[in-house]
């Protein structure tokens, strides 16, 4: 996928940019269709599994999800994510001979061949994104304050909603990036900068899910105003609270994102940040990594470098309680290298159905039915006693009711500015 350092990079060969991605996420978006049709249950599955209406759908969709991602921020194999998507689908007792015949495929283009037996992939010299953008639809939500886009091979599962104010928030970046950097003529600012948002929109649907569960709200706002938290490491343009965010993709830079948390416009920026404190206030960064094996496992490395820039830094992630998992072991310093051992900070255990995250898609608090691990790194592994005060604080606000993070009447914050970010 195509990587640009800065926005200045990314407006310099914005249209080969979307050509890039529109042919990517049309390939797999189309692979997925075909995948899908040939879906079925396995022999071995179990009836009451079998009786599960949606089963099917929701599991692969999920599966899915993942591994688009994977492919996406493409650090690891594409064969070996393939491979993992083919283990997860029998995982679920599902089969799908589309699928198994794609085994041992090493590229993208040579899975979509199979996928789609045998049609071409499109290519960034022949995909039309106007065709590819066509397919994104407006569909109607119950609440006014809301709207809601869907592609129309599959309304049901690839469906994003958000408040109208950050579409509106992502329009105006749009048109600020396309005013500013490209000098596109007034007339042509908005249907531009829609056809971005649309396209921005493509290339989320497919991981929607996995992608809009976080932090509730107000914890948000506590780890802004208590712990001076001023960077989303993993996040987007469509869900993200603090002002400065990183998240997957290059286009993400036209609606305000950093780019990816792994570039070096991250380290860059923290740096701008420090001189502006004082001289012992602390610097909090929420890396919150999707729970996929190859993004704990680089999630570890980048906790790594970040803590290692200066002692005020802190950073804070909350991930799944796969203990045995080597991502995990490596998030907690219990793996072989043991990198992180001497600077993690906090490990706290929330214990399934105790804690909550947040669906940013539909407003909502979400009953965690899993456990989760919240661990605080700082160079030298150690914080202060009003720190540790305000974790307590922090860890008894996640397993806060619900009802008590909010009203039917809230809305989502627009985002928490605390330093007007440099430009």
Sequence with gaps: MPGFESA??????????????????LTLLSARER????????????????????????????????????????????????EKLQSEVREKHLECSTLDACA????????????????????????????????????????????????????????????????QEMITSAETFLKTRLNVEDSDILPRATKLFKLCVVCYIMASSPLYWGFGPKVYQFVGSQLNAQLEGYASPFNHTLNRYCSPFSLDMVFGSLGTVYGAPVIEEVRKV???????????????????????????????????????????????????????KALRGRDEAGKLKGVLAEDRLLGKYEHYYWDYQKWRPINAKFGSRLLLYSKDGRLRDDERERIEELVALMKKTPEEEASANERPLKSVRLTPRAT
């Design 8 to 25: 200045e990079n990314l407006a310099s060969d914005l249209d080969g940019c979307m050509r890039q991605y529109a042919a990517v996420t």
């Design 35 to 82: 995948i899908v049709k040939d879906l079925r249950f396995s022999k071995s599955c179990p009836n009451f599994v079998r009786r599960r209406k949606s089963y099917r759908k929701y599991e692969f969709h999920n599966c899915y999800g993942r591994f688009y991602i994977a492919v996406i921020n493409g650090r690891i194999p594409f064969k070996k994510v393939l």
């Design 104 to 167: 041992g495929v090493s590229d993208l283009q040579d899975f979509a061949e199979k996928a789609r037996c045998g049609i071409q992939p499109v290519t960034k010299e022949t995909v039309d994104v106007d065709a590819v953008v066509g397919r994104i639809e407006e569909e109607p939500v119950d609440d006014p304050s809301n709207i809601k886009f869907v592609h129309d091979s599959d309304p049901e599962y690839l469906s994003l909603e958000m408040t109208k104010e950050r579409y």
């Design 274 to 328: 420090l001189p502006t404190l004082e001289a012992d206030q602390p610097l909090t960064l929420v890396l919150n990594p999707p729970y996929l094996e190859s993004e704990l496992m680089n999630c570890a490395h980048r906790v790594a470098e970040l803590v290692d820039l200066d002692a005020r830094i802190r950073v804070l992630c909350i991930v799944p309680q796969w203990d045995d998992a080597p991502g995990i």
